[in-house]
């Protein structure tokens, strides 16, 4: 059974980030601040309204941003545009757009984030990590397939 964590414990930083526009599209982006531990190319856990979902770190020459959060890692890795992009939903729900502050917390460092309208308050559950030689087997098997 996953553990609880609320977003207000002391095992949870929390940053202060910003929405942004994506490339040339009208769509939102959320802009990294700096020290989350991830870089270019990484792939998250983003939790959006209790909700997990995946997600890729980009750069652009602002620096680290999410351009989108999807139900699975495939929709992630392969970008062909297929799949509800899970970010753009959140953000309309809410009534967020580009130039808005969010808070990110950071609940697993380099892997769980969540994403909340600044001062709500949300309770995450944190599993653990996949075994990183189970998963480097998966990551073989679909670079091989792909």
């Known amino acids: 059974m996953p553990d609880r964590i609320a977003s207000d414990a002391d095992g949870v930083t929390t940053h202060r980030a910003r929405l942004a526009r994506s490339g040339g599209t009208r769509l939102p982006c959320l802009r990294l601040p700096d020290g989350l531990g991830v870089e270019a190319g990484d792939e998250i856990r983003l939790v959006l309204d209790g909700t997990r979902y995946h997600a890729r770190v980009a750069g652009d020459a602002s620096g680290l941003l999410v351009r989108g959060a999807y139900d699975n890692r495939r929709l992630v890795r392969e970008n062909t545009g ?20 969010v808070d990110l917390d950071a609940v697993d460092p380099g892997h769980l984030y969540g994403l909340r309208v600044p001062g709500e308050r949300t309770v995450y559950e944190v599993s653990k990590r996949p075994n990183s030689s189970l998963q480097d087997i998966a990551d073989s098997l679909y670079d091989d397939s792909g």
């Open 82 to 101: 297929e799949g509800e992009n899970r970010l753009v939903e959140w953000c309309r729900e809410h009534d967020r757009e580009p130039d808005d502050a």
